[in-house]
């Protein structure tokens, strides 16, 4: 019998991957878990961490690109990390001004498009401004959407849309009759993309963590117990061809 080859084939003492012509996700969603952790275990703190996961995510977002990815949405920051101590939630909300200094020549040579889900209306101006920046850099690269959740909750987006909805029903804009599953996605922070084909987690945690509640309706899963800092290429070209090989059925035979 033919052996099926794999469709992510990984060299490790090579840059060459080949790669198949089909069932590769079109959007992956990750929820980057691991940064303290990885730094308590080496006796630093949890700051470090947070720093090494800025070269996993310039690493992932090239792999990505090599793979046509068209879209993929990092968890950044959630409503809910603002219950961490002040000195964390400062240093983690200058990352994004720092990775975009470093990284963003790298990102438009790649023709990443950088955009944003969540609401960045309440990060500090310094954030706001960098990030603001490098969606006017990138605006007319058509390659990769790299969306940042940042101050994203699943819970307070679809409060918000259903808030929108209403003022629009309220206002006349919409109709009770035009009221459906896609129609309500539009008020969504991610109107413009396609619903997750694959959600990455890294760090062992099996939950959501109150990450695109309605969007995953349908998502493959893909968990692994390694931290965000030591995930590698290797690992992301594991969970696509893991991907590869599921059936989606959407409930369907
Ligand atoms: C994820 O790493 C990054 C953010 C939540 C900002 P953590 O900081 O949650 O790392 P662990 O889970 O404590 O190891
Ligand atoms: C989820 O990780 C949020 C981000 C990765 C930004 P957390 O570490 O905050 O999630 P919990 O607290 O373990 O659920
Ligand atoms: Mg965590």
Redesign the pocket.
């Known amino acids: 019998m033919a052996m099926k080859l794999p469709f992510f084939k990984y060299k490790e003492d090579d840059e060459t991957v080949q790669y198949g012509d089909g069932n590769t996700p079109e959007h992956i969603a990750i ?4 940064n ?1 952790r990885w730094a308590q275990r080496r006796g630093m703190p949890r700051f470090a961490g947070h720093k090494e996961g800025l070269s996993t995510v310039v690493k992932i977002v090239k792999a990505a690109v090599k793979c046509k990815v068209k879209a993929l949405t990092l ?4 409503t ?2 603002w219950k961490r101590p002040k000195s964390e939630v400062d240093f983690i909300l200058r990352l994004p001004k720092e990775f975009l200094h470093v990284y963003l020549p790298d990102l438009m040579a790649n023709n990443v498009r950088i955009k944003t889900i969540g609401d960045i209306e309440k990060l500090p101006l310094h954030t706001r401004e960098a990030v603001q920046y490098a969606m006017d850099r990138t605006r007319d690269n058509d390659g990769l959407q790299l969306n940042f ?1 940042l101050n ?1 909750g699943s819970r307070h987006e679809l409060l918000n849309a259903m808030k929108a909805m209403y003022t629009d029903l309220n206002d006349g804009k919409l109709s009770w009759d035009d009221v459906d599953e896609q129609h309500f996605s539009c008020y969504l922070d991610t109107a413009d993309l396609p619903d997750p084909d694959l959600l990455i987690r890294t ?1 062992g ?1 099996k ?1 959501l ?3 695109l509640l309605w969007q995953l309706a349908y998502t493959e899963f893909w968990f692994t117990d390694v931290l ?1 800092p030591d995930f590698t290429e290797k690992d992301f070209f594991q969970a696509l061809e893991e991907y590869r090989q599921r059936k989606r059925r959407f409930g369907g035979l």
Do not use: K, L, P, Q
């Not at 929820?31 to 691991?34: A, K, Q, S, T, V």
């Not at 968890?75 to 959630?78: D, K, N, W």
């Open positions: 929820i980057m878990d691991g303290g968890y950044t920051f959630s809910e990390n959740a994203y760090g945690e939950r963590s109150n990450y965000w």
